[in-house]
């Protein structure tokens, strides 16, 4: 007697298998990979790791904040409206921001190298006079290489001295200023210069620098110190040095707030996880 299975159960077993065989292949690639899977991947472009190795180092974890102009859990807060603890000079303090008082520029105490830097700025209300005489400040990395900081809203200037420029280097790619008197936001990636032991530059300096979330500045190069009509040239100098916030000196005043800075190590090595020497 020949059994005859109805097509519905053939259909329904089917379905099962193919459902278990899914399951299985998202396991195998969710779950722990199975012993021995390593051996014979390669070794990844200039590094010392194996594609998928195990045994690189696993990345920290870093807790974010609620906004991501925020201080994550990593970063040392310079500035949080309270006092000027963190840096040298007499800028007044008030309403959650430092201001601009003609007592020349101030500087941090601690001193960094490759970061990430985060700050909030403000321009004067009413406008007052035009280019670079309106609401002029700068950011000076490592006391020497400037981003510039200045109000562009509706306001011309030469291209390299615009907001977010490598001051008298490089333009930003646009203008993205806001109106006077609305806070914007800087978000710098900066890696310093390498000088060998005889003190000569190895690589340059270079930054990648977004206003208001924009991008303006991608891994631009340094070209040294930065110059007034001239050209910028480097000069060796340590590993860290202090961040400076420019008085420019034309009786006005800008604000900051909500400063922070994350250190980091930008080097090859460190970009690898090698392991430190």
């Known amino acids: 007697m020949k059994l005859r299975v109805p097509q519905f159960y053939v259909h329904l077993v089917l379905m099962a298998m193919v459902t278990f065989g899914t399951c299985?292949?998202?396991?195998?690639?969710?779950?722990?990979?199975?012993?021995?899977?390593?051996?014979?991947l390669p070794k990844q472009y200039n590094s010392i790791w194996?594609?998928?190795?195990?045994?690189?180092?696993?990345?920290?974890?870093v807790k974010t904040g609620k906004k991501v102009t925020d201080a994550p859990s990593d970063a040392i807060v310079l500035f949080d409206g309270t006092d000027l603890s963190n840096w040298v000079g007499k800028w007044n303090v008030k309403d959650g921001y430092m201001e601009v008082n003609h007592t020349?520029?101030?500087?941090?105490?601690?001193?960094?190298?490759?970061?990430?830097?985060?700050?909030?700025?403000?321009?004067?209300?009413?406008?007052?006079?035009?280019?670079?005489?309106r609401g002029n400040s700068g950011i000076m990395l490592m006391k020497r290489y400037e981003i510039q900081v200045l109000d562009n809203y509706e306001n011309e200037s030469y291209a390299d001295g615009y907001m977010g420029a490598v001051y008298g280097?490089?333009?930003?790619?646009?203008?993205?200023?806001?109106?006077?008197?609305?806070?914007?936001?800087?978000?710098?990636?900066?890696?310093r210069p390498r000088f060998d032991e005889n003190k000569k530059l190895v690589e340059p300096a270079r930054v990648t620098v977004m206003i208001n979330g924009?991008?303006?500045?991608?891994?631009?190069?340094?070209?040294?110190?930065?110059?007034y009509r001239g050209l910028a040239k480097y000069q060796?100098?340590?590993?860290?040095?202090?961040?400076?916030?420019?008085?420019?000196?034309?009786?006005?005043n800008p604000r900051f707030r909500n400063i922070w800075i994350r250190k980091l190590d930008l080097s090859h090595e460190a970009l690898d996880n090698r392991p430190k020497k």
């Open 169 to 191: 280097q490089h333009p930003p790619m646009v203008n993205a200023c806001k109106p006077p008197g609305e806070w914007q936001t800087y978000d710098i990636i900066f890696r």
């Open 214 to 227: 924009v991008v303006v500045q991608h891994n631009a190069e340094i070209y040294g110190r930065v110059t």
């Open 236 to 252: 060796w100098h340590d590993d860290e040095e202090p961040i400076v916030l420019q008085d420019h000196g034309d009786r006005q």
């Open 50 to 61: 194996l594609v998928h190795d195990d045994n690189r180092p696993k990345p920290p974890y």
């Open 24 to 40: 299985f292949l998202y396991q195998s690639t969710i779950g722990k990979e199975r012993e021995g899977w390593h051996k014979g």
């Open 104 to 133: 020349g520029g101030i500087r941090t105490k601690g001193e960094f190298g490759d970061c990430q830097l985060h700050l909030e700025y403000r321009s004067p209300t009413p406008v007052q006079r035009k280019s670079q005489a």
